[in-house]
């Protein structure tokens, strides 16, 4: 029987005093043995960063209270220990890998200091000795050319890279168990495979235990042994992960695992063509020198041509920096480009913007971050009818009528226009951005990655919600993502993009059955049929 090295018993978080006092957690239970991968899965503001967070003691304390429960470790009662204590476990014994690398890492230390400050401090390193320790921890995470990259700093490094080098920083001293909160939700499909390979390996080399914090399911199916469920800062269902998915028992699991974004149903018939582009370039110069002179080019975008017609959707995916973004904005116009485009038969690229703005209504764009892309300031009636003001469309009364019928349409209540973005969840703020655009009843709407800072079952929502309102209004649709299952839930055809290039192109479920170019595959394996190995 594998040997027994956490265990959670009846866990509560309080934040705040008195009246304002918020429950987060509330009897949460759980053990974790050596060598296993146990899952914390559920929502945004369930309650799984917290219970991690509380296990290592980093909760604001004393604004975070325990009312009660136990965390042993080995043995040891962690919860209220002493900070002295505590300190002799954080990475010592179990390490952290948090969601985003660039916010853990400090940007004015090199990845050698950093790295070689967790082994100082826990090891007692220096000298020599630290610096092939530190080598020698960045080889086993799979970091390229390890010597030149030992002077980095962290925006030097890519995503990926930076990721690799925070396991490396929790793994210096070989702790017993990793936590690893959300590792891989920034990340492109490859590199997230590749990072979710990296710790099932290094779980197996290690004899480590792994607790994953995650809220995508897929994630929990390729890499967990077993799982707990949580909702309202309590755990709903707990068991082994081929047991869970086999026949969840608790609602809200099953719901969980039914939010997935369905299979695009029946193609609607092509309209007239919106928006097209042929051999489309954006190339930005680059500059050395004294006198600045030119010495080559950043191919963004290299030569792309495509064509949406009405009622229909192109998906455009690619790893980050293929030039997706900077393909939509050139076809809104948005940045210089070369090549043509084509609005409903118009060519538009060389257009000045005085010619450009009567378009404007017609082509929209809804982003990634909602609550970035709404003003704090203005209400979410404001906020909506800030393009009919722009564009003088309609009278006071009218312009009140047309927020309330966009509202509507995005699935939101009319009564809560005097409402601002704070005030509302993430899902309810995308549909804010949505109603913003659709308010002006385009008929081209670029969708930025409107759905990877969602939950699953939100992403679902929004999934839904973006077909009806296309069959409602015969929109076209461009929609870039990394996320291949919401990009084959809704995409006709699809473009593959690398290195500011295409890659492959054709009908979407032609390409996603049986693609053609390697990189094409490599993509497709990586977001739909990884497999990571357990030990």
């Known amino acids: 029987m594998a040997e027994q ?24 239970s759980f053990t974790l043995n050596k060598g296993e991968t146990l899952a914390l899965v559920g929502e945004s503001g369930s309650g799984k960063t917290v219970t991690a967070l509380s296990i290592l003691g980093l909760l604001p304390y004393p604004l975070a209270k325990h009312p009660s429960g136990s965390i042993l470790f080995r043995g040891e009662e962690l919860l209220n220990a002493p900070e002295e204590k505590l300190r002799k476990v954080r990475g010592n014994r179990i390490g952290m890998v ?14 050698e200091k950093q790295v070689g400050e967790v082994l100082e401090v826990h090891a007692n390193m220096s000298g020599e000795a630290r610096r092939a320790r530190v080598l020698e921890l960045l080889r086993l995470v799979g970091l390229p050319d390890v010597e030149s990259r030992l002077g980095a700093l962290p925006h030097e490094l890519s995503g990926g890279q930076r990721q690799r080098v925070m396991i490396a920083m929790s793994l210096a001293v070989n702790p017993d168990i990793l936590v690893a909160d959300e590792p891989t939700t920034a990340l ?22 792994l607790l994953f914090i995650t809220h995508d399911l897929s994630i929990v199916r390729r890499i ?7 909702k309202d800062g309590a755990i709903v269902e707990q068991g082994a992960v081929a047991d869970i998915f086999a026949a969840p028992n608790h609602d809200y699991t099953q719901r969980l695992l039914a939010a997935q974004p369905k299979p695009k149903g029946e193609i609607l018939p092509a309209g007239e063509e919106i928006i097209a582009a042929e051999n489309v370039k954006v190339w930005f110069p680059i500059k050395r020198g004294v006198i600045r002179k030119v010495v080559g080019h950043i191919k963004a975008v290299d030569g792309v041509s495509l064509s949406v017609a009405a009622g229909r959707t192109i998906g455009v995916v690619g790893e980050s920096g293929s030039g997706k973004t900077t393909l939509g904005l050139a076809l809104l116009r948005l940045i210089s480009s070369e090549g043509e485009i084509r609005f409903q038969g118009q060519r538009i690229d060389g257009q000045s913007p ?27 009636e404001q906020i909506i009818a800030e393009g009919l003001a722009v564009h003088d469309i309609g009278t006071p009364a009218e312009r009140t009528d047309r927020v309330a019928e966009a509202m509507h349409d995005v699935g939101l ?31 081209f709407l670029m969708l930025d990655e409107p759905t990877s800072a969602l939950d699953v079952s939100v992403q679902a929502q929004i999934v839904d919600l973006l077909r009806d309102l296309q069959v409602k209004y015969s929109l076209a649709y461009m929609f870039i ?11 006709d055809s699809l ?41």
């Not at 967990?224 to 949580?230: E, I, N």
């Not at 993430?426 to 951005?433: L, S, V």
């Open 5 to 28: 090295i956490l265990k959670v018993t009846d866990l509560g978080v309080v934040f705040g005093k008195g009246a304002s006092a918020v429950t987060a957690v509330k009897g949460v």
């Open 98 to 111: 948090f969601q985003e690398p660039m916010t853990s890492l400090n940007p004015l230390h090199n990845i």
């Open 188 to 209: 492109d499909v490859t590199i997230q495979a590749q990072i979710l390979e990296l710790l099932a390996d290094l779980k197996a080399r290690l004899g480590m235990a």
């Open 224 to 230: 967990a042994d077993r799982v707990c469920v949580m």
């Open 354 to 380: 005085r010619a450009l703005r009567p378009l404007r209504r017609h082509m929209q764009v809804v982003f990634q971050d909602p609550f970035g892309s709404l003003s704090p300031r203005l209400s979410i």
């Open 413 to 443: 209540d009319p009564a809560m226009r005097d409402r601002y973005p704070h005030e509302f969840s993430g899902g309810q703020r995308q549909r804010i951005a949505i109603a913003r655009a659709m308010v002006l009843r385009p008929r």
């Open 481 to 491: 993502s990394h996320d291949l299952r919401v990009v084959r839930a809704l995409a």
């Open 495 to 535: 473009v593959v993009m690398k290195d500011g290039a295409v890659r492959e192109s054709g009908p979407a479920e032609e390409v996603f059955n049986a693609p053609k170019d390697p990189y094409t595959r490599a993509l497709m394996d990586a977001a739909l049929n990884l497999r990571v190995t357990r030990s």
